[in-house]
């Protein structure tokens, strides 16, 4: 038989506080997902009981839940034939509103409404007739769907403990379908999200249709403004009425059978599914059992639901109208067996006419109508227990290694103890990351290693700071020695430039005095020039006196000697002036090569001196750079102080 999936969800408030994990009896119903807005925790709609425990626990409001309201209402509007029955605590949570809210409903096209309180007399019938011709030690009552799920989920050894009689609901819509033959769908309203399962079970055969929730209802009908002129419920009940507050089904078997009858009752999701774990055992030892455990999900009973109104779980009104409501009924039913109007409660008929009673009053009734069948879904939802070595890696997996830190049970996880911890990662339930333990290792492991970098550090950086103080000690002896160094470069550029300027006056000297000389050549060109002029005047006079002395004879010997002087007179300064002309001629190309020799000697000067001057300015920047590496060589090696 299909499994049916839970009614429950996570939606978008989920703040991943874990709160939901405690409170919820079943280990894998909640599985935790990490996504990068941090921890969401999900419903495993496989493994969910619908026993809504997260709702109470959840201050975010972060669960929700599906119910039949609106297609109900859909459907009535569509024209279908539908008619309700209502649970008991409906009437007990709003006794001012409630002939108001079916007037509302007939109004909408429901056809007929019936009080489950009616059926829950057939059910405290069908369960004695069923236990007293069928003797089962240690029955369990199912009127409650939340702990029939978990039993066929969960301890399905008891489901042969669970009496096979439907819920007061089921009786209701069996007994109008079967014996009044109405042919309507049938909505249940409702006060459990749990209903649903049991509408949806195969078991119980379609005979409800829809689960309508108080909550949802109540708000539907008011934002639809559908309160209208009151109408009443149909068919006479009785003590079923009581049903819903905790030990209803009890009051009902001892109202009877009597008190002498052993019935343990237990309610509430944080007791009643532990004790049906230590119930399964208790049976399996086989040990002493009650005639009867009436268990109920809700600690409240269904008087207080998990789909009731969040303003009617702060009041106790509710619960005060019940206890009016169960003593209208009993006084009903005193006057009915005794057939006086007044008489005093307590002292009016016995066990065994109130039975009797009971049983007239369903005679016409097969019991074998209202009895049910249960599934064993426990294969669909199987939680795995780890071995012990598999417990051992994941103990050490959460930094786990001591037998005192795997008790240490701080439930900040959800769940009661590192043990359970350890089955839900198991189960792929949780992560180990959701494990507060577990993170605060991780931040001590951090934190050691975090102190063992710091000291590591601690211990480089003493290291990097003696070599740094050693490389910036040599550092600042080069620095001194380029210091030094640049200043004795500074000092011989400025010699050199020094003797640059000497050496290009000396150009200047030397290029003035050629110039000098230059004027003396022409002025002895000029003389050279009258020199020659002189000679060719001498060698004319001698010429003439050769002349004259031949003409004279002995007479002019004395003037030819007189002439041969001359022209001796005249070759030699002829060649004087030729030879002064080739000196000249010498010595202006001396000059001038000394000169253009001069003009390149102070060219390269220039450039020299040029070159030197900007040294010198290099010099000085390398100074000043000189001096900011000093400077900043002495405030390193005073921070290297600080820091030791």
């Known amino acids: 038989m299909a499994l049916l999936p839970s009614l429950v969800r996570t939606n978008d408030m989920c703040v991943g506080?874990?709160?939901?994990?405690?409170?919820?009896?079943?280990?894998?119903?909640?599985?935790?997902?990490?996504?990068?807005?941090?921890?969401?925790?999900?419903?495993?709609?496989?493994?969910?009981?619908?026993?809504?425990?997260?709702?109470?626990?959840?201050?975010?409001?972060?669960?929700?839940?599906?119910?039949d309201t609106e297609r109900f209402f859909a459907d009535l509007k569509a024209g279908k034939k539908i008619s309700i029955i209502l649970a008991p605590a409906f009437l007990a949570n709003y006794?001012?509103?409630?002939?108001?809210?079916?007037?509302?409903?007939?109004?909408?096209?429901?056809?007929?409404?019936?009080?489950?309180?009616?059926?829950?007399?057939?059910?405290?019938?069908?369960?004695?007739?069923?236990?007293?011709?069928?003797?089962?030690?240690?029955?369990?009552?199912q009127p409650c769907p939340a702990v029939v799920n978990y039993i066929e989920k969960y301890v399905p050894e008891l489901l042969p403990k669970l009496v096979p009689v439907h819920s007061p609901m089921m009786c209701t819509a069996i007994y109008l379908k079967k014996y009044e033959n109405l042919t309507d769908d049938l909505a249940f309203i409702s006060p459990c999200i749990a209903k649903k399962l049991e509408i949806d079970d195969p078991n119980t055969k379609g005979y409800v249709t829809y689960n309508v929730t108080f909550d949802n209802l109540m708000n539907y009908v008011r934002e639809h403004n559908m309160l209208k002129e009151w109408q009443n419920d149909e068919?006479?009940?009785?003590?079923?009425?009581?049903?819903?507050?905790?030990?209803?089904?009890?009051?009902?078997?001892?109202?009877?059978?009597?008190?002498?009858?052993?019935?343990?009752?237990?309610?509430?999701?944080?007791r009643v599914y532990r004790y049906l774990d230590e119930y399964s055992k208790r049976v399996q030892d086989g040990k002493e059992l009650p005639f009867l455990v009436?268990?109920?999900?809700?600690?409240?009973?269904?008087?207080?639901?998990?789909?009731?109104?969040?303003?009617?779980?702060?009041?106790?009104?509710?619960?005060?109208?019940?206890?009016?409501?169960?003593?209208?009924?009993?006084?009903?039913?005193?006057?009915?067996?005794?057939?006086?109007?007044e008489k005093k409660l307590g002292n009016v008929s016995t066990k065994e006419e109130r039975l009797a009673e009971l049983n007239s009053a369903f005679a016409k009734l097969d019991v074998k109508d209202f009895m049910r069948k249960y599934s064993n879904h426990s294969a669909d939802?199987?939680?795995?227990?780890?071995?012990?070595?598999?417990?051992?890696?994941?103990?050490?997996?959460?930094?786990?290694?001591?037998?005192?830190?795997?008790?240490?049970?701080?439930?900040?996880?959800?769940?009661?103890?590192?043990?359970?911890?350890?089955?839900?990662?198991?189960?792929?339930c949780n992560h180990k990351s959701n494990c507060v333990q577990y993170e605060k290792s991780k931040i001590l492991e951090d934190k050691q290693k975090l102190?063992?970098?710091?000291?590591?550090?601690?211990?480089?950086?003493?290291?990097?700071?003696?070599?740094?103080?050693?490389?910036?000690?040599?550092?600042?002896?080069?620095?001194?020695?380029?210091?030094a160094g640049n200043q004795q470069t500074a000092g011989e550029s400025e010699v050199i430039q020094a003797t640059m300027v000497t050496i290009s006056n000396f150009c200047d000297e030397l290029k003035e005095s050629l110039r000098e000389i230059e004027g003396m050549l022409e002025r002895l060109e000029q003389d050279n020039q009258n020199i020659t002029a002189i000679t060719r005047k001498t060698?004319?006079?001698?010429?003439?006196?050769?002349?004259?002395?031949?003409?004279?004879?002995?007479?002019?010997?004395?003037?030819?000697?007189?002439?041969?002087?001359?022209?001796?007179?005249?070759?030699?300064?002829?060649?004087?002036?030729?030879?002064?002309?080739?000196?000249?001629?010498?010595?202006?190309?001396?000059?001038?090569?000394?000169?253009?020799?001069?003009?390149?000697?102070?060219?390269?000067?220039?450039?020299?001196?040029?070159?030197?001057?900007?040294?010198?300015?290099?010099?000085?920047?390398?100074?000043?750079?000189?001096?900011?590496?000093?400077?900043?060589?002495?405030?390193?090696?005073?921070?290297?102080?600080?820091?030791?």
């Open 95 to 141: 006794p001012k509103e409630y002939g108001s809210v079916l007037g509302g409903l007939k109004n909408a096209g429901v056809n007929r409404m019936v009080s489950v309180s009616y059926g829950a007399d057939i059910t405290t019938w069908a369960y004695i007739k069923y236990l007293t011709t069928n003797p089962l030690e240690g029955a369990i009552s």
């Open 235 to 270: 068919i006479e009940y009785g003590l079923g009425a009581v049903y819903p507050t905790p030990g209803g089904l009890k009051e009902n078997v001892f109202w009877f059978c009597g008190e002498d009858v052993v019935i343990r009752q237990i309610e509430g999701e944080k």
């Open 294 to 341: 009436d268990a109920l999900n809700c600690g409240e009973g269904c008087l207080y639901g998990t789909a009731v109104e969040e303003s009617k779980l702060a009041s106790e009104d509710a619960f005060y109208e019940m206890a009016r409501i169960r003593a209208r009924v009993r006084d009903f039913y005193n006057k009915k067996t005794t057939g006086k109007k």
């Open 381 to 428: 939802v199987k939680i795995l227990c780890p071995n012990e070595q598999e417990k051992e890696e994941i103990f050490c997996s959460l930094h786990k290694y001591t037998p005192e830190s795997r008790r240490v049970d701080c439930a900040s996880c959800g769940y009661n103890t590192c043990e359970e911890m350890v089955k839900a990662i198991y189960n792929k």
């Open 451 to 483: 102190e063992q970098m710091r000291e590591a550090a601690i211990e480089k950086n003493e290291q990097i700071a003696k070599f740094i103080e050693q490389d910036f000690e040599q550092l600042e002896l080069s620095v001194n020695e380029v210091a």
């Open 539 to 644: 060698n004319l006079l001698a010429l003439n006196a050769s002349v004259e002395a031949a003409r004279a004879g002995e007479a002019g010997k004395g003037f030819s000697v007189v002439a041969s002087e001359i022209k001796v007179l005249s070759e030699s300064s002829a060649v004087a002036t030729k030879s002064s002309t080739e000196n000249k001629l010498q010595i202006s190309g001396a000059i001038n090569e000394i000169s253009q020799r001069a003009e390149q000697l102070q060219a390269s000067i220039k450039g020299a001196n040029e070159q030197v001057l900007e040294l010198s300015a290099r010099a000085q920047e390398i100074s000043a750079a000189t001096e900011t590496l000093q400077s900043i060589s002495e405030s390193v090696k005073e921070k290297m102080k600080e820091l030791e």
């Open 17 to 67: 506080c874990n709160r939901c994990i405690s409170v919820c009896p079943v280990l894998n119903a909640n599985v935790t997902v990490m996504t990068e807005n941090g921890p969401r925790i999900e419903v495993n709609r496989d493994a969910c009981i619908n026993c809504g425990s997260c709702f109470d626990a959840c201050d975010h409001h972060a669960r929700t839940y599906d119910d």
